[in-house]
């Protein structure tokens, strides 16, 4: 017997609590999105998934900072790959990005660094495991 939760007024059946619970946690968290399910198997509701919309802003930086090689990108770029006009807007951005690369197992730290030069601007440079986490995020399912 599994664990059914009604979710938008359709019931989704899950082989177990913890399945459900992880579902949910998900949903809270951001990372799978269910869509509307249309296709049943063996009489049960399938999910689908769309692909966290970070994902994609999160993988235009980090190919942003490893495409400008050791010298970094500039803030205007940065500003660029994550869809931004203003630099004061990073702060929402940057932690949509921490927190993404936190669930996948990276520390910010190690993937990228965005210290400040002398004339004050920020230089935005990969880290070492800047091309690690460009793979994993780049392996997010695509809805």
Aim: glycine share 10%.
């Amino acid at each position: 017997m599994g664990y059914a939760l009604k979710i938008e007024g359709k019931l989704i059946e899950f082989p177990s609590k913890a399945d459900a619970e992880a579902f949910l946690r998900d949903q809270v968290l951001g990372l799978a999105q269910a869509s509307p399910a249309k296709q049943k198997r063996n009489g049960k509701l399938v999910l689908r998934f769309k692909r966290d919309p970070r994902a994609q802003m999160v993988e235009n930086f980090i190919s942003t900072l490893t495409g400008a090689g050791p010298k970094g990108a500039t803030t205007s770029k940065i500003m660029e790959a994550v869809g931004i006009e203003s630099p004061q807007a990073f702060g929402n951005r940057g932690m949509n990005i921490n927190r993404l690369l936190a669930k996948l197992g990276f520390d910010p730290d190690e993937v990228y660094t965005n210290d400040r030069n002398d004339r004050g601007d920020r230089e935005w440079k990969p880290g070492p495991r800047a091309a690690e986490a460009l793979e994993a995020v780049s392996k997010i399912p695509k809805g």
